[in-house]
């Protein structure tokens, strides 16, 4: 096994990029008992919703309320995402207990069409406005900043882009910042339609360590789409050096999806929960409790009413030593009864065990 790992760092997405995309109802109440479950599990990056018009994103309604209740706790980093002036002094109003990104961002997206549905921005206000970020970093002094791409593989509108088409979106950015003399030390990498793939991230990854030497960091904000996130995020740990740190988004039950993007909840992101076993399997700790992830992703499912997308969370985690499954266990159909991992045996209840039947007829 592969001794050294980059720092992973995971951001959980639940109450933001996965409540968004559900059909409103799920309450204020609801998202603090999810937020207390979550943080008890052993999370410790949280985006707990948006300040955005609750008109076109009616789950983020409740985001000043739930803010407002919120309680800091020690080691906890709390985030809201903020999409214009109006939204980032509210987040300013509400640090703490919200946890502001010190390092100044800018972001292109490279389709114009979903830049179109998802910020109401034509390519030429975004032409006119990327910079500004820069000019009020140097302003304040800033010393390092972070580049990023939204779409960055590819667009349900536009089709895939290529290495050199996202090379060169950053190149931009990395000239505005080197002119004001602040360092780029993190990329943003941002996939609503899910449209990355293992390849792809790899190639992307070791290029921009070639040619931007002193970005160290690399943020993935990937959507499982097409079933590949995970794959992608594995791909991206395994061509990063211990220097390295690896921010990966998820979200619990791998719930998720913008709905301007085309795909519905059928989108989705990577669980946090299979994400986590994926880490424990390569060695990664990371101070997660399962069983309490899967007891979230348990509450989260019957809060939306529907089953989720987590293997992790439907088949449990690979049992310890003292877990593993019980000779004695019957035969297991459904995913109701899969769920005696964590419920018990009584999921299964009066299911045949035919292996008893032959025993017998052996002696």
Not at 103 to 129: G, K, S, Y
Not at 180 to 209: F, Q, S, Y
Not at 223 to 243: F, I, K, Q
Request: hydrophobic share 40%; aromatic share 6%.
């Amino acid at each position: 096994m592969r001794e050294s790992w980059p720092t992973v760092l995971i951001t959980d997405e639940t109450l933001r990029d996965g409540l968004q995309i559900e059909r409103p109802g799920v309450s204020v109440d609801e998202k603090l008992e999810l937020l207390d479950m979550l943080v008890d599990a052993g999370l410790r990056r949280l985006v707990v919703g948006a300040f955005v018009n609750p008109a076109w994103s009616p789950q983020m309604a409740g985001t000043l309320e739930l803010v407002q209740r919120l309680e800091p706790v020690d080691g906890v980093e709390f985030f809201a995402l903020a999409l214009n002036d109006r939204g980032r002094e509210e987040r300013r109003r509400h640090a703490p207990p919200l946890c502001i990104d010190p390092m100044p961002v800018t972001h292109l997206h490279l389709c114009p069409i979903f830049l179109q549905r998802n910020t109401n921005r034509a390519w030429e206000d975004q032409e006119r406005a990327w910079r500004l970020p820069v000019d009020r970093a140097r302003e304040a002094g800033a010393a390092q900043a972070s580049m990023g791409l939204s779409a960055a593989w590819g667009s349900n509108w536009s089709g895939p882009f290529t290495v050199e088409q996202r090379m060169a979106a950053l190149r931009r950015q990395h000239e505005a910042w080197a002119d004001a003399g602040i360092e780029v030390v993190r990329v943003d990498l941002a996939d609503p339609m899910g449209w990355n793939t293992p390849m792809a991230v790899e190639e992307d990854i070791l290029e921009i360590k070639r040619r931007f030497p002193s970005v160290r960091q690399f943020h993935l904000h990937l959507h499982n789409t097409r079933g590949l996130a995970m794959l992608s995020a594995h791909a991206a740990l395994r061509v990063l050096s211990p220097e390295d740190t690896l921010i990966v988004d998820a979200a619990v039950g791998g719930i998720g999806g913008c709905p301007y993007c085309g795909n519905g909840q059928g989108t989705g992101m990577i669980p946090t929960e299979d994400f986590v076993q994926l880490l424990a399997s390569l060695g990664i700790g990371t101070g997660i409790r399962l069983d309490k992830l899967i007891d979230a992703s348990a509450r989260l499912a019957g809060i939306l009413g529907r089953r989720l997308h987590s293997q992790v969370a439907l088949n449990g985690p690979l049992p310890a030593r003292d877990e593993r499954y019980s000779p004695d266990l019957p035969v297991v159909y459904t995913f109701e009864e899969a769920q005696h991992f964590r419920l018990g045996p009584s999921t299964c209840t009066g299911n045949a065990r035919p292996w008893l039947r032959q025993a017998a007829m052996n002696k």
